[in-house]
């Protein structure tokens, strides 16, 4: 007889518990990265998943065994329209408590309803704003007690190709670089109430981080959630091939965290770090396959093109971060050589 097993491999990973829904469609950035900039910039923009094809680039990793060749690479295309900056927010510190909110100054929403056409009313039904320039001032008076500077910035749904809904959607973007928080305080005061594009914030070739709500795949069991192999469907089994691991614990009233049980699966916030992206570009038209892209339509304004996949599904709003660690620091996008206009339809 062969020695006893002793070591069995982990089934699921507990870096990612607890494995329920996501609390909102729209993830809040939990960790902001250090960049040095000699201009304040934001740190993250908020885009639309459209959906993928392929690509021919020339690849230039430094290192790569196919550097200078041309390589296949799977792409995403997100639609990014730029963002009306709402409000800015500035937070203080304190070791016991952590961030907290010190003031914020909102533009005035009839002004941007009426410049923009984003109804903030649909979002934030009871905003009153008094006076923006009272509040502008206030901001400016606390800048020996500001940690951090923040502003709140919303989407243009109706300018997305693939939405059909008004109601925007709002995001807490940090200001980062700049020489100190004077100048990112009078950097974002001076965005309040106008927009930002994608290109104030990224650049064609650089790395970001993706966090996003994966596609949601509801209440499955322990081998689809976990890959806990199944039972021989023809003997050794009498109520079920597909049923758990056996026993949860040693007693009825709880069970170890690692034995994998049933329960959701997808709809989870996740972080897919280093995403590259290839190319940013106004004309949606210009990357729009025929017949449009499959459950989302055509896009119509500014598109980004990364190269891999992103979580979630089509429609669904991607935060795009700048990258926590990146692998490299590209100077330059890649070259493309070509990208794939065929139709998603199918034959």
């Known amino acids: 007889m062969g020695a006893r097993k002793k070591h069995a491999p982990r089934r699921g990973s507990l870096a990612v518990r607890p494995r329920k829904r996501a609390s909102r469609l729209v993830p809040r950035v939990k960790s902001w990265p250090s960049v040095e900039s000699e201009n304040p910039i934001p740190l993250a923009f908020l885009a639309y998943k459209v959906g993928m094809t392929h690509a021919y680039i020339i690849d230039d990793e430094p290192g790569s065994i196919t550097h200078g060749r041309e390589i296949f690479v799977p792409v995403t295309v997100l639609e990014a329209p730029p963002m009306v900056v709402a409000a800015v927010r500035v937070y203080g510190y304190d070791p016991n408590i952590g961030l907290y909110t010190l003031s914020e100054a909102w533009a005035q929403p009839e002004q941007i309803t009426e410049k923009y056409n984003v109804d903030i009313y649909r979002l934030i039904p009871r905003l009153h704003v008094p006076d923006t320039e009272k509040a502008t001032n206030k901001l400016k008076s606390l800048i020996n007690e500001i940690y951090d500077v923040r502003i709140l910035a919303l989407t243009q749904p109706r300018l997305v190709g693939g939405l059909s809904k008004k109601k925007p959607d709002i995001l807490e973007i940090r200001i980062g670089g700049g020489k100190d928080l004077a100048q990112r305080l009078e950097y974002a005061i001076g965005l309040l109430g106008g927009t930002i594009s994608v290109t104030d914030v990224f650049r064609p070739g650089q790395f970001v981080d993706v966090i996003a709500v994966t596609r949601g795949k509801g209440f499955q069991g322990v081998i689809k959630r976990h890959g806990v192999k199944e039972l021989p469907r023809w003997h050794k089994h009498r109520k079920g091939s597909r049923s758990g691991p056996g026993t949860r614990g040693p007693a009825t009233t709880f069970s170890w965290s690692e034995v994998p049980q049933p329960g959701q699966m997808g ?38 093109l990364l190269a891999g996949s992103v979580p979630g599904t089509p429609k669904r709003p991607i935060v795009l971060r700048h990258p926590v660690r990146a692998l490299w620091n590209p100077t330059e996008p890649p070259k493309i050589t070509y990208i794939s206009l065929q139709s998603k339809q199918g034959n």
């Not at 992206?277 to 729009?288: A, D, P, R, S």
């Open 267 to 304: 709809f989870h916030r996740r972080t897919e770090y280093n995403k590259r992206i290839l190319k940013i570009g106004e004309n949606g038209y210009e990357i729009t396959p025929a017949g449009g892209f499959l459950h989302y339509g055509i896009v119509r304004s500014t598109y980004v």
